[in-house]
């Protein structure tokens, strides 16, 4: 028995060195720009009002402490409720106008026509549309989401290799058989990236649709702190928007992970890694 302990403990060192190297490397860059960060300011390279030293970001964070948990809970609210409802309506649409050609000349010039419009420029018509509040918000980002996942869908159908679809063809299947167990299947490991790709836009969506007037979350902290000149609290409410993205972006490669764990990209990660260096 003690004898299978040490092959084991040492069959784990390789893992565990692995994995500690890999933080460290992580970590390089970030100490590196701190490290510069603090030594322009205390150069006095840069004046505080540009880029305020890393003390004085930590004295607004505590000096926000009270503030931050309801805005971060109202930009959650807003975030997330857009990207799930764009996500829904983009999927639906690239769907639905891949597999009818009549949904698809209704709604196709539409969403030829809205996919170059800067999404920000609408801001000025959802005010009057929807007035100041959660609608319009969420309203901005559902839209924003819905264009990215809606043009990546469609594209993806139109990807497909034409052998799935004869193959399936030839063995009896009808179209909406098709539909469910080749198509479905096969583009949903293209979409992740655009998944997270309208994940990491929601949030930028988010700060301009709460300079649209809203009252609460951290845009409007960010207003806030842009209006007294305080620089170090924008810094820290940025930090704060990047550690939500990053988490969000983390829960659905997680996601990801254990639902396309059938598909290439996870069984041959050996191969592909060795190929693209992603190990």
């Not at 469609?154 to 030839?170: D, F, K, V």
Request: glycine content about 8%; proline content about 5%; overall charge positive.
């Amino acid at each position: 028995m003690s004898t299978l302990r040490i092959a084991a403990h040492s069959a784990l060192r390789p893992a565990i060195f692995i994995r500690h190297r890999n933080v460290l490397r992580r970590l390089v860059v970030p100490l590196v720009i701190l490290g510069v960060w603090e030594l322009v300011c205390e150069l006095g390279l840069v004046r505080p009002l540009i880029l305020p030293p890393p003390h004085a970001v930590w004295d607004a964070f505590t000096g926000m402490k009270g503030q931050l948990p309801g805005a971060i809970l109202t930009t959650l609210s807003i975030t997330l409720t857009g990207f799930l409802i764009g996500t829904a309506i983009g999927l639906a649409m690239g769907l639905v106008m891949a597999y009818s050609v009549i949904a698809r000349d209704f709604f196709g010039t539409i969403f030829d026509f809205l996919r170059p419009v800067p999404i920000f420029a609408l801001i000025p018509l959802f005010l009057l549309w929807f007035g100041i509040g959660k609608p319009p918000e969420v309203a901005l980002v559902s839209m924003g989401c819905a264009v990215i996942l809606g043009v990546s869908t469609s594209e993806a159908i139109r990807n497909i290799p034409s052998i799935y679809i004869r193959a399936g063809l030839t063995l009896g299947a009808r179209r909406s058989g098709i539909y469910r167990t080749v198509i479905i299947p096969y583009i949903f490991p293209h979409l992740v990236g655009a998944i997270r790709l309208a994940a990491a836009s929601a949030w930028g969506l988010d700060v301009a649709a709460e300079f649209m007037g809203s009252q609460q979350g951290l845009g409007y902290l960010i207003i806030e702190q842009q209006i007294y000149l305080r620089t170090a609290g924008i810094f820290v409410l940025v930090f704060v928007y990047c550690i939500l993205a990053i988490v969000f972006d983390v829960l659905i490669a997680r996601i990801e992970r254990h639902v396309t764990r059938w598909t290439e990209r996870r069984s041959a990660k050996g191969i592909v890694a060795s190929i693209v260096g992603s190990q």
